[in-house]
């Protein structure tokens, strides 16, 4: 079933929160997301400091959803790279994994950040997240340790230090 990507609307918030919590539910598991909960179901201030793409099917539901970052100096930045986009919390409808949408809504923000003339894409990703993982290897993102950030169990109540593990992609400016 073929997919279309479009920026999120603010109707539609609430249902990217829901989509977004349960895909990083099914990852860590309901007792390890803590405070990280808050900050998923925040979509309308990830749309404010950035973009918020949605992944829809035929029938106009979201199977899934990404910010895209257009730079550094936002509340939703991880990195100060003025020549350098980024994507944060890429989620896919648990039930709709396999169909594409997490594929679409990553060449969605490598589209955006050629169109801004920006050199790379950075994200951060975890060892839970393999599929997600696999999917960046194979468009063309490398590992970049340099960048890694280790999250201590402090700040996670508790839970085991995460680590934060950085990719890179280089852009063709177009």
Not at 14 to 21: E, P
Not at 61 to 67: D, E, H, L, N, T
Not at 68 to 83: C, I, K, L, Q, W
């Amino acid at each position: 079933m073929p997919l279309r990507v479009r920026e999120a609307s603010a109707s539609e918030y609430a249902t990217i929160a829901a989509l977004t919590v349960a895909a990083y539910e099914a990852l860590f598991g309901r007792e390890h997301l803590h405070a990280y909960r808050t900050l998923l179901e925040d979509v309308e201030s990830r749309a404010a400091a950035g973009q918020v793409l949605v992944a829809v099917d035929d029938a106009g539901a979201i199977v899934g959803s990404v910010g895209y970052v257009a730079g550094p100096g936002t509340a939703m930045s991880e990195f100060d790279d003025a020549d350098a986009c980024g994507m944060r919390m890429l989620a896919v409808d648990p039930t709709r994994r396999g169909e594409g949408a997490g594929r679409a809504l990553t060449e969605a923000c490598l589209a955006r950040g050629r169109e801004a003339g920006r050199l790379r894409v950075l994200l951060w990703s975890t060892p839970a997240m393999a599929v997600a993982r696999g999917l960046y290897g194979r468009l063309g993102f490398r590992r970049v340790p340099e960048r890694d950030v280790l999250i201590p169990s402090e700040q996670l109540d508790g839970d085991p230090p995460l680590h934060l593990m950085a990719y890179e992609r280089p852009l063709e400016v177009a």
